[in-house]
């Protein structure tokens, strides 16, 4: 069941406002935040509410044990169990039973890519991405190289930092077995158009591979929409708890065999998980669902729908800010801003001329800003735009960003220099 986050005006003002984000109510969530540091790093991974704390803490202090229904503790691991699993089909428009969780994002694309790899071979073809995070490149490149197949690269526009359609067209041949791409960019933001690629994909008889890390922390996730086999994402990434997510198909999913202990269960989504899965982790991941669900009030058609509306307010709460910081940055002298697509998320990208973006980053903590600087695992994107493994600074937006902080953003980007 979700809950309602807003509070005031927003929870019981006109129409224009009913559906709008109450930052203020959102961050009186959030202990992380009584610091005082304006925030920008949520891409790297967003602060903790209170609520997503307490269901973890919960979920400790009650009897826990392996799942089962014959004890208290194996009847509440169980629960927990089911109930991350119908969080996330809402979440990501899948099915419950086909939502599977790992370690991370990184460990489970490991395990699916060593899995399809068992039939490929010498002639099969795999596309990646320039575009994406290395945990959605290396994995089906290392798993290509160990079965003989070829690998091709679907490039971008450094200049306007956009993966067309026609980019990855262009890669794709009847002997494609599998397109793995970012449903967003973690380092500049660029939304391929996935739905697009998708008919292309399969209409060479290959699977698409999303990896929506990034992208399910802005934007409603619809697994069928998209046209994805199987997708990826990663709770800590919205306001939850370090671990991974995996869905797909069912389909497909019942046809894959991942290596797996003899004895540990052979049913979907089970055969995906390795060992006892981290109950307490997994309420907090809950709790981070029903957290984004309640963001805007009213609620009244089930966690799915309240989590579109909640999507909806958090994008344009988001777009807004960041319109407020691509203005700022482009009246400042000698910065460059490499997030230029014309779809993509509150993530920007840039550089100060004859600064590093290390020591840029390095001033904005000493003035308790918090934008970091690198490639951040976007190793071939940072290449492609010439920036090397050094990057730029990145400034990511979460749903308790406020006004405040991109002023203080701007602010402490524009004191004069000796």
């Not at 994402?233 to 991942?258: A, D, I």
């Not at 990057?391 to 991109?406: S, W």
């Amino acid at each position: 069941m979700t809950s309602d986050i807003t509070t005031g005006d927003a929870a019981t003002g006109d129409p224009a406002t009913r559906d709008a984000l109450d930052v203020h109510a959102i961050r009186a969530c959030f202990p992380a935040l009584k610091a005082g540091t304006a925030r920008f790093d949520a891409p790297g991974g967003t602060q903790t509410p209170q609520q997503v704390i307490d269901a973890i803490s919960e979920a400790l202090s009650r009897p826990l044990a392996n799942r089962g229904g014959l004890t208290e503790g194996g009847r509440n691991a169980e629960a927990i169990v089911n109930g991350a699993r119908q969080a996330f089909a809402d979440l990501l428009g899948a099915e419950a039973d086909s939502v599977a969780f790992g370690r991370s994002a990184t460990q489970l694309v490991y395990d699916l890519a060593r899995t399809l790899a068992k039939d490929w071979g010498p002639g099969d073809e795999v596309v990646v991405s320039r575009l994406d995070h290395d945990s959605n490149i290396r994995p089906w490149v290392q798993a290509a190289e160990s079965v003989g197949a070829t690998v091709r690269w679907a490039d971008f526009d450094p200049a306007t930092g956009e993966l067309e359609t026609g980019h990855v067209e262009a890669v794709l041949s009847g002997r494609t077995r599998l397109v793995a791409l970012t449903a967003a960019s973690n380092l500049i933001g660029t939304c391929p158009d996935i739905s697009a690629v998708a008919e292309l994909v399969h209409r060479a008889g290959a699977l698409l591979h999303v990896d929506a890390v990034h992208y399910a922390s802005h934007l409603s996730v619809d697994l069928d929409a998209l046209g994805a086999d199987t997708l990826v994402c990663s709770p800590y990434k919205f306001l939850g708890p370090h671990l991974g997510v995996l869905t797909g198909r069912p389909e497909l999913l019942h046809t894959l065999r991942p290596d797996k202990l003899l004895p540990s269960s052979d049913a979907v989504p089970e055969r995906f998980e390795l060992g006892t899965l981290p109950y307490e982790l997994l309420a907090g991941a809950t709790a981070a669902v029903d957290f984004l669900a309640g963001l805007v009030p009213g609620g009244a058609g089930g966690r799915r729908e309240d989590l579109r509306r909640a999507f909806t307010a958090l994008e344009s709460h988001e777009d807004r800010l960041n319109r407020r910081i691509e203005e700022g940055l482009a009246a400042l002298d000698g910065v460059t801003v490499y997030s230029r697509a014309a779809r993509r998320t509150p993530t920007t990208l840039f550089t100060v001329a004859g600064r590093t973006a290390a020591d840029v980053s390095r001033e904005l903590a000493g003035r308790n800003v918090d934008a970091p600087a690198g490639s951040f695992y976007a190793w071939e994107a940072s290449h492609r735009l010439g920036l090397g493994e050094a990057g730029g600074v990145r400034v990511g937006l979460a749903p308790y960003t406020c006004d405040d902080d991109v002023d203080r953003l701007l602010n402490a980007l524009d004191v004069p220099r000796p």
